[in-house]
């Protein structure tokens, strides 16, 4: 009942920034939790950030703390994420994640998943 479509992907320098967005169709984002995750060939579905139903609390993975920022906007039904300060190993295809009343750092806590977004950051 929930379809969710990333977007933003795309090339950026090392030590750019760039910004993803995630917008669900089918229901409101207002009782949803939503996390991002990205996978590369040696690790898949690592996570990445995670918002609150409320939008008053986030969470986010060690290798991305201080650099990426979630944020959501429920009136458009879009969770963004912004990073910043961005390295190669950031490459990855990014996805973003939803389920009711839920968020935090493991995949299998999410039930709406969407197709993904590619992000390369050069040297």
């Known amino acids: 009942q929930v379809q969710l479509i990333e977007s933003g992907g795309g090339l950026v320098q090392a030590g750019g920034s760039l910004s993803l967005s995630c917008a669900a169709s089918?229901?409101?984002?207002?009782?949803?939790?939503v996390g991002w995750f990205r996978r590369t060939p040696e690790k898949e579905r690592e996570f990445v950030a995670a918002?609150?139903?409320?939008?008053?609390?986030?969470m986010y993975g060690d290798s991305v703390k201080g650099r990426f920022t979630i944020s959501r906007d429920d009136a458009k039904n879009t969770v963004s994420l912004r990073m910043s300060s961005l390295k190669p190993e950031d490459t990855a295809d990014y996805f973003c994640?939803?389920?009711?009343?839920?968020?935090?750092?493991?995949?299998?806590?999410?039930?709406?998943w969407g197709q993904g977004t590619h992000v390369t950051v050069s040297s």
């Open positions: 089918g229901r409101t984002f207002a009782s949803y939790g």
């Open positions: 994640a939803a389920a009711v009343s839920y968020y935090g750092s493991a995949s299998a806590g999410y039930r709406y």
């Open positions: 918002v609150s139903w409320s939008g008053t609390s986030t």
